[in-house]
C-alpha cells in the first residue's frame, strides 16, 4: 500500500494532515469542563454546514448506517407506514432496515440510475388522504450510482399533498461536498457520517432533527437505547454523554467544519463541480457512459462508469489496488460488474484527480479495454484549464 497514492473511493474519503492532528489528541477527561470546548463548537459547525439555524445535531460513535437507525428508532414505532424508492444499493439497505423494525415500507421501484420518482412521491402522497405514511425516506446522493435527487421537489411534493409525513434524508456522500439546505427544505432529519464530506476516519454518525423531529420522539415506541437521541439531549445539556464519546473524532469533526467554512460552502460545493465535470468530460473522451441517466442527476461526489457488455468492471478496481495502488469503487447490487466508480469528494483538486483518471485509463488499456492513453486525462485537463481562474478564486 502506497500512502501516497490518494484514494479514489466514494468513502473514507483522503483525511487532510490537519485533521489527522487534530483526532490525535491526548486523552480528555469527557466528564471533565473541557470537553464542552470541543462537543459544542463540532455541533455548532455541523448545523452551519447544514444550511440551518434550528436543527438539533446529534453525533453517535458509530457510521451513517446507525444514523439510519438513530432516524427510524427514535420517531416511528412498529407498522408505521414509511414511502421509499429503491434506485440503487443505499436506498435498499434503507429500506432493509426499516423491514427488519418491523415497519411497513411501500417501495417505489426505480431503475437504477434515475433519481428519486417526485411525481410518483406526489401521487402516493395525495392519494394517503388519512395520512397513514409518517415518513419519507429520501437518498440524496446515491453513491452506488452516482445519482444525486431533488430534494427540494420531494419537499414541495408533501407541501402539496398537504401531508404531515416526516422528511427524512440520507445526505451521507452528499453533505459537507454538494449543497444540502436543512432549513429551505424542510428536512426532519438528515444523516451523515464522518468519513466523507467531513474528510475524517469513518467512526461518527451524525444527525439533525427539526422540532418536528424531535416531537415525534415522545410517541415513537421503537426500541431504543444507544441511539436514543433524548438520553443524548439530557447528556448535551450539562455537555457529556450517556456513554464515552469519541472526543479526538468530535476535535476532528469542529476542524473539518472550520475548513469547509473557511473555504466557503459555495466554494467548497463548486469545486466538487468542476472536479466531477472533468471526469464526467474523461469519460465521454473514452467513449464510455454512466450509470447516471442525464446531466440533471449527475453526481458531483462520485460517477458510476458503465464498461462494454461482457467486460467485468470489477477487474479494473482489483487491478489498479493490486498494479498502482490505487483505490476505485466497485458495482454494488445490481451494477456489480457492470459499472466501477471513481470517488470524487473530500480533499481533492483538479491535479490529484488527473491522477485517478490517468490510472484509470492504464487499468482499462492493460485489461484489453479500446483506450488511448491519455485521451481522458487531456479531456479533463482541457477543463481544468479552462476552469482554473475558478480555481484560483476559490483558493483565494
Ligand atoms: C456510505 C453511505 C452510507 C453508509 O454509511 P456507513 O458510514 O458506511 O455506515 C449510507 N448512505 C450513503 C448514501 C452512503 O454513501
Not at 457529556?240 to 460552502?265: D, F, H, I, K, W
Not at 473522451?285 to 468492471?313: E, H, N
Amino acid at each position: 500500500m502506497n500512502f501516497q497514492n490518494p484514494v479514489f473511493i466514494p468513502g473514507p474519503t483522503n483525511i487532510p494532515e490537519s485533521l489527522r492532528k487534530a483526532c490525535d489528541i491526548p486523552t480528555v477527561d469527557h466528564r471533565s469542563p473541557q470537553f464542552g470546548d470541543i462537543l459544542h463548537p463540532a455541533r455548532d459547525g455541523v448545523r452551519q454546514v447544514l444550511k440551518s439555524t434550528s436543527a438539533e445535531i446529534f453525533i453517535f460513535p458509530s457510521t451513517g448506517t446507525g444514523g439510519w437507525e438513530a432516524a427510524l428508532t427514535n420517531t416511528l414505532s412498529a407498522g408505521d407506514k414509511i414511502l421509499a424508492a429503491r434506485n440503487g444499493m443505499f436506498s435498499h439497505r434503507w429500506i432493509d432496515m426499516c423491514n427488519r423494525h418491523g415497519l411497513n415500507v411501500e417501495v417505489v421501484e426505480t431503475p437504477w440510475g434515475e433519481g428519486l420518482p417526485v411525481d410518483r412521491y406526489a401521487d402516493i402522497l395525495k392519494a394517503d388522504t388519512e395520512h397513514h405514511i409518517k415518513a419519507v425516506l429520501a437518498t440524496h446522493n446515491e453513491t452506488a450510482t452516482g445519482v444525486k435527487s431533488d430534494i427540494a421537489a420531494v419537499r414541495k411534493a408533501l407541501d402539496g399533498a398537504n401531508h404531515p409525513a416526516l422528511l427524512f434524508v440520507d445526505g451521507v456522500s452528499s453533505i459537507g461536498s454538494m449543497d444540502f439546505r436543512f432549513d429551505e427544505w424542510d428536512v426532519d432529519i438528515a444523516v451523515t457520517g464522518s468519513q466523507k464530506g467531513f474528510m475524517l476516519p469513518v467512526g461518527l454518525a451524525i444527525v439533525g432533527f427539526s422540532e418536528k423531529a424531535i416531537a415525534a420522539t415522545r410517541f415513537a415506541r421503537l426500541p431504543r437505547t444507544f441511539f436514543d437521541v433524548q438520553d443524548m439531549a439530557k447528556g448535551y445539556a450539562d455537555s457529556a454523554y450517556p456513554y464515552t464519546p469519541s472526543v479526538g473524532l468530535l476535535n476532528g469533526l469542529s476542524q473539518a467544519c472550520r475548513m469547509l467554512l473557511g473555504e466557503g460552502l459555495e466554494n467548497v460545493f463548486a469545486r466538487h463541480h468542476r472536479i466531477a465535470e472533468g471526469v464526467r468530460a474523461a469519460v465521454s473522451a473514452w467513449g464510455l457512459t454512466l450509470c447516471a441517466v442525464s446531466p440533471d442527476v449527475y453526481s458531483d461526489t462520485v460517477s458510476a462508469i458503465r464498461t462494454p457488455d461482457g467486460f467485468d468492471a470489477t477487474a479494473i478496481v482489483a487491478h489498479a489496488a493490486k498494479n498502482y495502488g490505487v483505490a476505485f469503487g466497485g458495482g454494488l447490487g445490481q451494477v456489480a460488474g457492470k459499472v466501477f466508480r471513481i470517488g470524487h469528494l473530500g480533499s481533492l483538486t483538479d491535479v490529484m484527480t488527473l491522477s485517478g483518471i490517468a490510472t484509470a485509463e492504464m487499468c482499462m488499456a492493460d485489461l484489453g479495454l479500446d483506450i488511448t492513453l491519455g485521451s481522458g486525462v487531456a479531456a479533463a485537463q482541457e477543463f481544468y484549464r479552462a476552469n482554473a481562474t475558478i480555481a484560483r478564486k476559490d483558493a483565494a
